[in-house]
């Protein structure tokens, strides 16, 4: 089984900063890729930013230039460095992984139970 904890969600003024962090567990032979999803009350869930294991990235329009994702791969913990926070970035934060699982060599895609950023004066 794998899971992935993530912390660092919380209540920031405009034009503030977060770094959120989330950390894969459990029975992992590789990671290919993970990412940070946000979905905000009535909107649908959307890609925010994502990594490869080789490093590649890609940005939603909306956070590029503010958001940077960035992978420690010996720890299996991405992180994703926002500055410049607006209100809209307000929603809930989930970190999702694709990750080839030890034993039966399975892909699969696996999700964090989110976590809150509010951006509010």
């Known amino acids: 089984q794998v899971q992935l904890v993530e912390s660092g969600g919380g209540l920031v003024q405009p034009g503030g900063s977060l770094r959120l962090s989330c950390a894969a567990s459990g029975s992992i032979f590789s990671i290919n890729a993970m990412g940070w999803y946000r979905q905000a009350p009535g909107k649908q869930r959307e890609l925010v930013a994502a990594?490869?294991?080789?490093?590649?990235?890609n940005y939603a329009d909306s956070v590029k230039g503010r958001f940077t994702i960035s992978g420690d791969n010996a720890k299996n913990t991405v992180y994703l460095q926002m500055n410049s926070l607006k209100p809209e970035d307000t929603a809930v934060y989930y970190c999702n992984s694709l990750i080839t699982t030890a034993g039966n060599l399975g892909h699969y895609d696996y999700w964090g139970q989110g976590t809150q950023v509010t951006v509010s004066s």
């Open positions: 990594i490869t294991s080789g490093g590649g990235t």
